[in-house]
């Protein structure tokens, strides 16, 4: 721990303050809840909505585990990590059931969630409709109202001149069938991961001061229309190194000439697929180095 | 396989931090600056830094200038990060900007007033030339005093509310937020968002944005026909009232700079035609900056007065969301963060269109 900072950096007042507006999000899932964000120590876009969230419900038992891009040895999702070992003196894990609380950058882990757990989204943009109106008072006024109707004429327009919904990250999902939300800028892949996900879902936005949650157990569907079902994106690959076919996977480029490997962003997933033996094309190559 | 998973951020972060390090202090053939040289030399820096920081403290703000090596919008993050932690054990009494220790205080809309023009220590007239003396140690220059004081003097639209031609302060007050003045760091910024939350937002906002929407109201995007009534900075003594004690005791001296922009105002329903005014206040010697907040501030009350907010700096949403530099830096940069799921999720997007529409091509 940190001399002269309190347990988790944030003041006990103020995370008092974060608590209680989490309550009111788990109250009304998906509706966006203004809270009194801090400024961190970290830049705004950092995370530190993610991080004020997760320091506001951390306990010295917690397990914390950060990543960004699926991945927990990114630059960013070390940092964060740090910060936490700096400030709050918990104990960090790589593995997605070993966690009680997961901070998370553009990805749901592969390993589904259980009970107990929960995960904390960072958020740069908490407002689904923040490209089709740039006016808080008014998106604001649509949601109190219900009226997605703009959202429905957006996706509706890709159909249109596409032939398809051309949203492949950020998708918007509809909550409770009461708030239409942005699941943060995770590939649509993982949208489907949201809907009924036993563990509590926190999202943190720090820079746009709003604070928003899906209980457990709760409804979580992506737009689309009948006829248009909601299609995830994933690169039609299996991970080069374990083999997997169901993990959403990295783009490596490893030459010039065109030369690609594929391997699952979740590194955690791979490696541990990798431990229990499973091998990818690649993954031979790899170990026979 | 080319490829290894890439391990070490952590060794690669420690290792930048250091590099970092080593680069701030530079040739160590040079000397080392101080942060007392920062705070004596770099004065306008500083008065930035304490501006943008939301922090009245010169050591510090002097601090985070030589940490963030000169660059003042990340030694003004550095202040706020700092700041966030502080304790509040008081709220100020409001300050009297009418008893300032007067350092400089024109007033472009009379020749003369009582108190006088007082040019104080300004550049407006240098000429910018640079002074290659400086490239040597100069000696300090001596001032010539004064014979007589420079007393309190009143604020310039005084003379006009004799008159009645000049709103009033009092009817502001109507458009602040309910009870206490509030306080964007403690509570989210909600509109409709009064006046003293929208002027704390440009005290704190970026002063070159500040400028930029000031300025673009002058070029025709939302004009309100400014004359800078009053311009003046000095010392003000700040002043506090603990309940344990009931009555007011003063903690200290502070440097601001006040801009009173004297606006045109044709009369509304309500109103007849009179003078109205926007209003700029400042840490510091920042005169550029408290200029530009009193042109915002005047855009910012277009609708309250009647007219429409057609040009950005008469969108309060607009202003208040950009004016920040620690948000805007923060964002803005955060490009620079992996995206590299986003991307790959982009790429089979448009490969899946391009797909598609080779293959409604082809038919």
Known sequence: MSGGYNFAYLDEQTKRMIRRAILKAVAIPGHQVPFGSREMPLPYGWGTGGIQVTASIIGPDDTLKVIDQGADDTTNAVSIRRFFARTAGVAGTTRTEAASIIQTRHRIPETALREGQIIVYQVPQPEPLSRLEPSRVETRRMHALADYGLMHVRLYEDVARLGQVAISYDYPVMVNNRYLMAPTPIPSFDNPKMDMMPALQLFGAGREKRIYAVPPYTSVKSLDFEDHPFRPLRAAHECGLCGAADSYLDEVVTDDRGGRLFVCSDTDYCERRRADGHVGRDGMAEAAQ | ?363
């Open chain 2, 1 to 363: 396989m080319a490829y290894v998973a890439v391990k070490g951020g952590e060794k690669a972060i420690d290792a930048a931090h250091a590099w970092l390090a080593e680069t701030r202090r530079g040739d160590t053939a040079v000397p080392e600056l101080s942060v007392a040289q920062i705070a004596e030399q770099m004065a306008r820096a500083v008065d930035r830094v304490m501006a943008e920081g939301s922090l009245y403290d010169r050591e510090l703000a002097a601090l985070a200038i030589k940490q963030a090596q000169g660059d003042l919008v990340e030694a003004a993050f550095l202040l706020r990060a700092y700041r966030t932690t502080l304790p509040r054990f008081a709220h100020a009494e409001p300050v009297r900007t009418e008893e300032m220790a007067i350092r400089r205080r024109i007033s472009a809309t009379y020749k003369d007033l009582p108190g006088g023009q007082v040019l104080g220590p300004t550049t407006d007239y240098t000429h910018r030339l640079l002074d290659f003396s400086l490239l040597a140690d100069g000696a300090r220059p001596e001032a010539p005093v004064a014979a007589e004081g420079v007393a309190a003097m009143g604020h310039m639209h005084r003379v006009l509310r004799h008159e009645g031609i000049i709103e009033d302060d009092a009817p502001q007050a109507v458009h602040e937020t309910e009870g206490a003045p509030g306080d964007l760091t403690r509570a989210p910024l909600a509109f409709p968002a009064g006046r003293d939350v929208r002027l704390q937002a440009l005290a704190r906002g970026d002063e070159g944005f500040v400028l930029a929407m000031g300025y673009s109201t002058q070029r025709g995007w939302g004009g309100s026909h400014p004359f800078a009534g009053e311009i003046r900075m000095g010392e003000v003594s700040v002043e506090i009232t603990p309940p344990e004690l009931g009555f007011t005791i003063d903690i200290g001296d502070i440097t601001l700079t006040e801009c009173q922009m004297v606006n045109q105002f044709k009369g509304s329903k309500t109103e007849p035609p009179q003078f109205t005014r926007g209003y700029g206040l400042v840490f510091g010697h920042a005169e550029r900056k408290a200029m530009g907040m009193a042109l915002v501030d005047r855009a910012m009350r277009t609708e309250e007065l009647g007219g429409e907010a057609t040009a950005p700096a008469q969108n309060i949403e607009f202003v208040l969301y950009h004016c920040d530099n620690v948000e805007g830096t923060g964002f803005t940069e955060h490009l620079k963060l992996p995206h590299y799921v986003d991307f790959q999720s982009e790429l089979e997007n448009v490969r899946r269109l391009r797909a598609t529409a080779l293959k409604e091509a082809a038919e």
